[in-house]
């Protein structure tokens, strides 16, 4: 998703004096006038999505709610976005881009008081009330943002692989899919997000999506990648979360049984078609045994499925430097073998701190074998996406052992 800013045209004006918004907002609908229109043309900008129409700003007296009288020393700013994307989250990307525009002028605002979404969404930017006044049978709200000594801080990160990522007032974080099979599956993980919820102790994403893009308050913390001193209480937390997300019933969502044997054989095809050619005769020879060994003994798919994070490794946990404060990216999420969870823990924490998770997570033993055949497949993972993604940091990375 991409936001520019562009010249109101004649189309971009009737498209938006058409716009209907639903009950209570309908107070924000237009009708099409040849005043209208010339109003819209003379003083407004048009804010698209790439090609598409998403709203718009106007600033100065059109601005402002007549017959008002407002005092000097403010840049007045409006705005209006399109109604299918209202009350999704879409709303703080589009005002800081907005907000972006003008620097660190001191703004003003006016808003319906009735608007209490809008009214939150201001004072998240900064905005405070100044006064109210009534206007026949409404009462707005001026909300004023004096200078700043700095913008408002966007943060943008376009290196991920499947996700462009955007961090407003390192509060708001915001990811955009990079291709349609993105979106889906940003779909499903924000459906698995909101039905773990009432199951898990830790924060995890609280999403706002409109179907394209994924929005969430940030978890405080920074990832977890050395552990503290208090090694025992993180092993309780993250023995505890692993024991309520494996619980969870898996009837509430619609995956299918895994078929984890054939998963795992078409991983290892993917590596002999695009990793072995890279790799050391010996090495390819371990790899092999290895996985022979694995798909051909059955007891290693006879576990009860269970809903697993699929990526539980320490850039996903996050921290205060003393205990647990969240788990991110449920990317992975899926049902399958709850000892892929704990491969992602051996590989970052290592055996002795598995050990401390026993405690907290009963017949943790009973994963040990197909726990560590996942975690040997973990760096050629990594080398496999950088070949698909043609990513030649992660390829390096993951090959390091196998060249």
């Not at 598409?52 to 700013?77: F, M, W």
């Not at 990522?165 to 990079?178: E, Q, T």
């Not at 924490?349 to 017949?363: N, T």
Request: hydrophobic share 35%; charged share 25%.
């Amino acid at each position: 998703m991409k936001l520019i800013i562009d010249t109101m045209t004649k189309n971009y004006a009737e498209e938006i004096l058409n716009w209907q918004y639903e009950a209570p907002y309908e107070v924000y609908s237009l009708s099409y006038s040849e005043e209208g229109l010339e109003e819209f043309l003379n003083g407004y900008t048009a804010v698209l999505d790439g090609d598409c129409l998403i709203g718009y700003y106007c600033t100065g007296k059109s601005a402002q709610v007549p017959p008002h009288n407002y005092e000097r020393g403010y840049l007045d700013v409006g705005l209006g976005m399109k109604p299918e994307l209202t009350g999704n989250g879409f709303g703080k990307l589009f005002l800081a881009f907005i907000l972006a525009q003008f620097g660190t002028i001191p703004l003003r605002l006016t808003v319906a008081i009735f608007n209490k979404r809008a009214v939150r969404l201001y004072e998240d930017f900064g905005f405070k009330e100044k006064s109210t006044f009534k206007r026949g049978d409404q009462t707005f709200m001026v909300m004023v943002r004096k200078e700043r000594s700095h913008p408002d801080s966007v943060i943008v990160n376009t290196r991920g692989q499947n996700n462009d990522v955007l961090i407003v007032n390192n509060r708001f974080i915001y990811r955009f899919p990079k291709s349609e099979t993105g979106v889906t599956a940003l779909k499903k993980e924000t459906e698995i997000l909101k039905k773990i919820l009432p199951y898990v102790t830790l924060k995890t994403p609280r999403p706002i999506s409109n179907s394209r893009f994924m929005a969430y308050e940030r978890i405080a913390g920074e990832p977890l990648l050395v552990l503290p001193d208090g090694v025992e209480q993180v092993a309780k937390q993250l023995g505890g979360f692993l024991w309520e997300l494996h619980q969870i019933p898996v009837s509430i969502f619609e995956d299918q049984r895994p078929e984890v044997a054939l998963e795992m054989k078409n991983l290892y095809e993917q590596f002999q078609e695009h990793l072995y050619p890279l790799m050391r005769a010996d090495a390819k020879i371990e790899v092999s045994e290895n996985f022979e060994r694995y798909l051909s003994d059955p007891k290693h798919f006879d576990f009860e499925p269970c809903l697993i994070h699929g990526d539980f490794g320490k850039g996903n946990i996050l921290s205060n430097g003393k205990s647990v404060t969240g788990i991110i990216d449920f990317g992975s999420s899926r049902l399958g073998d709850p000892a892929y969870d704990f491969a992602g823990l051996y590989s970052s924490y290592g055996e002795k701190f598995l050990e401390r998770l026993s405690a907290y997570y009963p017949g943790l033993e009973a994963v040990r074998e197909r726990m560590d055949f996942y975690r040997s497949t973990f760096a050629l993972q990594e080398a496999l996406l950088g070949v698909l993604h043609s990513d030649e940091e992660a390829l390096k990375a993951g090959m390091a052992d196998y060249v």
